[in-house]
C-alpha cells in the first residue's frame, strides 16, 4: 500500500504582477534639483587647487589622515631560552642523601620533613574499628611516615619516600 503526497506548486507571480509591483515603488515625480553654486567669483587658481569659494561652510566631519608607515624589510629576531627540565632523582632512602640540586645545582644534603600519607590514614582507619582510642598512633609514628627530601637552599621538593 503506497501513499501519495500531494505538494502545491510554488506561488508564482504573472509578468504583469512584476510590472505592477515595479512601477509601484518608483516615485511619481522626480526629486527637486540641488542649488547651483557659482564659481565665477572664484579665481582659476584657487578652482585649480580645490579651494572653495567664500562663504562656503566645511561640513563639520572629522577628517581622517592616511600616513604611510615605512616597510620593515628586516623581521625583528627572536631570542629563544630554553631550560631544562629537572632531572629525575631517584631516593629510596629515609634519611638526608648528598646530592647535587636539579634546581639549584648545588652539591647539598637534603632536609627531610615527615608528613602523615595514605599508610598512616589506613591504619588509623582499621585502628578506629579495633580500638578508637589508639586511632591516632598511626600519625606519630616515624615508620607509617612519608617522607619528604627536598633542598636547604632553594626549597624545591626533590623525593618522597612513601611509607
Keep these: 500500500m503506497s501513499t501519495s503526497q500531494k505538494t502545491d506548486p510554488p506561488l508564482m507571480l504573472s509578468s504583469s504582477d512584476d510590472k505592477q509591483n515595479q512601477q509601484s515603488n518608483v516615485p511619481a515625480s522626480p526629486p527637486p534639483p540641488y542649488p547651483q553654486q557659482s564659481f565665477s567669483s572664484m579665481s582659476t587658481d584657487d578652482a585649480s587647487r580645490g579651494v572653495p569659494p567664500q562663504g562656503y561652510a566645511e561640513p563639520s566631519q572629522p577628517q581622517v589622515v592616511y600616513i604611510d608607515q615605512p616597510q620593515h624589510t628586516q623581521q625583528p ?28 645545582s648545588n652539591d647539598i644534603v637534603t632536609t627531610v620533613a615527615e608528613t ?33 627530601h627536598s633542598c636547604p637552599i632553594c626549597r624545591g621538593t626533590l623525593a618522597t619516600v612513601r611509607a
Design 77 to 104: 629576531s627572536q631570542t629563544i631560552i630554553m631550560q631544562q627540565a629537572p632531572q629525575f632523582v631517584n631516593i629510596t632512602s629515609p634519611s638526608p642523601v648528598r646530592i647535587t640540586c636539579p634546581y639549584c
Design 116 to 148: 602523615p600519607g595514605s599508610t598512616a590514614y589506613i591504619l588509623a582507619g582499621i585502628l578506629c574499628c579495633i580500638f578508637w582510642p589508639l586511632m591516632w598512633l598511626p600519625c606519630v609514628m616515624s615508620g607509617c611516615l612519608d617522607k619528604i
